[in-house]
């Protein structure tokens, strides 16, 4: 399940450890989700401090 290069691997073995009762599927979804989630907040914040430099 776990690739080296694999960045969600390790949050997804952390959470499969933590719940009880979670598919592997579902816990690499919701990594996936979480991660996807936290990169698009930093793409806007990103894009805002752009802007406010820009003005």
């Known amino acids: ?3 080296p290069d694999d960045p969600l691997g ?3 073995g952390r ?5 009880v009762g979670i ?3 579902a816990a690499r979804s919701f990594v996936h989700d979480l991660y996807a ?3 698009s907040d930093l ?8 802007f406010q430099r820009e003005e």
Do not use: Y
């Open 37 to 39: 989630k936290a990169q």
């Open 10 to 12: 390790q949050w997804t």
């Open 23 to 25: 598919s592997p599927e």
């Open 1 to 3: 399940m776990t690739e």
């Open 43 to 50: 793409d806007d914040e990103r894009a805002e401090a752009d």
């Open 15 to 19: 959470l499969l450890r933590l719940g």
